[in-house]
């Protein structure tokens, strides 16, 4: 059974999640992701859930303001080993939820132009393709989606 913590960017078990994330990342881009890194900080952030299975942290996502109205989703990540067990899909809704408490009406995420899974998982959520949003403009490894709360 997959259980949901709220938590902040300060808990260890997310910071060993993203660690796992990043080097996912540069095998999947090489050198291309450390563009992307100063993109990927998240200090003093409330707004993090992570995902257990038998209390072993297993997967992990988060949001963070984006503008007056939005939020951004970030360090969406399932650990290889539990893949395809639903666990993307419900910290996914987890932190959608958790955005419209806060009064957010839309998320906004970017994601890699090759990260296939990634797209199935928003597009299966009701995320549809937007023009890339800044720091992202232009660059043609990234892809931005966007969801409605309202």
């Not at 959608?96 to 797209?119: M, P, R």
Request: aromatic share 10%.
């Amino acid at each position: 059974m997959i259980i949901l913590q709220r938590t902040t960017s300060d808990s260890s078990q997310f910071k060993i999640l993203t660690e796992k994330l990043d080097h996912e990342l540069k095998l999947i881009y090489g050198s291309s992701q450390d563009e992307f890194d100063q993109y990927n900080i998240m200090n003093g952030l409330d707004t993090v859930v992570i995902a257990y299975i038998n209390e072993t942290p297993v997967g992990c996502g988060c949001f963070k303001k984006f503008d007056t109205s939005s939020a951004e989703l970030k360090r969406m990540f399932v650990d290889t080993n539990y893949r395809g067990q639903g666990i993307g899909s419900a910290v996914l809704t987890e932190l959608e939820n958790w955005a419209k408490e806060i009064k957010y009406s839309s998320l906004v995420l970017e994601t890699g132009t090759v990260q296939q899974d990634a797209f199935k998982l928003y597009q299966k959520h009701g995320y549809h393709i937007i023009p890339n949003v800044d720091p992202y403009i232009g660059n043609e490894l990234s892809i931005c989606f966007e969801k409605s709360l309202e």
